[in-house]
């Protein structure tokens, strides 16, 4: 199996600033897509961010595009989101997911792209 692991998530303030790592097990990391995706109670899984294997393309939901910023190190097998101007309704468990894919530019919004994917870690953003 591949494993995914969240981790950096916490209890912040409005307007803070924090990093969530995923670290993937595996010796095949760089092959896959990246996704981060967050549920807040009472939602749907939603789509936040995505980038490439090759870390080429990346995409963002409206919501929070021009303050999250996804990242992808091959080396360290990891995938990144750095989260700026933090707003009560980011509040939500934020996953990690995996697409397995061919293509250096392939990126994926719908839950159901991904095969694999991590436990979560909580954000809380508290005003």
């Known amino acids: 199996q591949v494993q995914l692991v969240e981790s950096g998530g916490g209890l912040v303030q409005v307007g803070v600033s924090l990093r969530l790592s995923c670290a993937a097990s595996?010796?095949?990391?760089?092959?896959?897509?990246m996704g981060w995706f967050r549920q807040a109670p009472g939602k749907e899984r939603e789509f936040v961010a995505a980038?490439?294997?090759?870390?080429?393309?990346?995409e963002y939901a409206d919501s929070v595009k021009g303050r999250f910023t996804i990242s992808k190190n091959n080396a360290e097998k990891t995938v990144y989101l750095q989260m700026n101007s933090l707003r009560p309704e980011d509040t939500a468990v934020y996953y990690c997911?995996?697409?397995?894919?061919?293509?250096?530019?392939?990126?994926?919004?719908?839950?159901?792209?991904?095969?694999?994917w991590g436990q979560g870690t909580q954000v809380t953003v508290s005003s």
């Open positions: 997911a995996a697409a397995p894919s061919s293509n250096y530019y392939y990126t994926a919004r719908e839950v159901r792209e991904y095969d694999y």
């Open positions: 595996g010796r095949t990391f760089s092959s896959y897509a």
């Open positions: 980038i490439s294997r090759s870390a080429l393309r990346t």
